[in-house]
T-cell receptor
Framework: EDKVVQSPLSLVVHEGDTVTLNCSYEVTNFRSLLWYKQEKKAPTFLFMLTSSGIEKKSGRLSSILDKKELFSILNITATQTGDSAVYLCAVAPGTGANSKLTFGKGITLSVRP | NAGVTQTPKFRVLKTGQSMTLLCAQDMNHEYMYWYRQDPGMGLRLIHYSVGEGTTAKGEVPDGYNVSRLKKQNFLLGLESAAPSQTSVYFC???????????FGQGTRLTVV
């Protein structure tokens, strides 16, 4: 059974801090790993990672994948209160049409002014 | 550009009642998904569809049925609601499987 474990489950930081969110996984025939940000409502897509060691970056957010050790990290530098959200990690197995995402439980990030 | 639209946004049901949640997408996506999200449980896949006229079971399908009669719509039905089905339900769609999926705004369902 595919498995995604995110850590820590929650954390509280102050504006300006840098945070690292972790996602480890076990999946048959890995295809990709995705990060989403969920504020009050719908999850919104952040990154999709398919290759080890290649950093994806968007503003203050960056993410990298290690396919040997089976984990990914999401870094947020110079955090702002608007970064407060639940961050979801998901993995996609295989290449068939019926392959489907398995989500972790999410990491709740609170950024205090 | 509407994206993925879910109706209704909120609903309260009595135990045993039935209802249908509607998901509509205007991006011509083949793949559509229904998830439920509960505190501490993340997103769990209920049912999904890989194209018009097809459906398949996900991780937690019991108590739910789905239909995909038109490519743009994916319906989730509860035949006899139970308190354990109190949750937030999200619909999502994607162009190809397991790449960037676009989510609806969610439906908060309470079964009393």
């Amino acid at each position: 059974e595919d498995k995604v474990v995110q850590s820590p489950l929650s954390l509280v930081v102050h504006e300006g801090d840098t945070v690292t969110l972790n996602c480890s996984y076990e999946v048959t025939n890995f295809r990709s790993l995705l990060w989403y940000k969920q504020e009050k409502k719908a999850p919104t897509f952040l990154f999709m990672l398919t290759s080890s060691g290649i950093e994806k970056k968007s503003g203050r957010l960056s993410s990298i994948l290690d396919k040997k050790e089976l984990f990914s990290i999401l870094n947020i530098t110079a955090t702002q209160t608007g970064d407060s959200a639940v961050y979801l990690c998901a993995v996609a197995p295989g290449t068939g049409a019926n392959s489907k995402l398995t989500f972790g439980k999410g990491i709740t990030l609170s950024v205090r002014p | 550009n509407a994206g993925v639209t879910q109706t209704p946004k909120f609903r309260v049901l009595k135990t045993g009642q039935s209802m249908t949640l509607l998901c509509a997408q205007d991006m011509n996506h083949e793949y559509m998904y229904w998830y439920r999200q509960d505190p501490g449980m993340g997103l769990r896949l209920i049912h999904y569809s890989v194209g018009e006229g097809t459906t398949a079971k996900g991780e937690v399908p019991d108590g739910y049925n789905v239909s995909r009669l038109k490519k743009q719509n994916f319906l989730l039905g509860l035949e006899s609601a139970a308190p354990s089905q109190t949750s937030v339900y999200f619909c999502a769609s994607s162009y190809v499987p397991n790449t960037e999926a676009f989510f609806g705004q969610g439906t908060r369902l309470t079964v009393v």
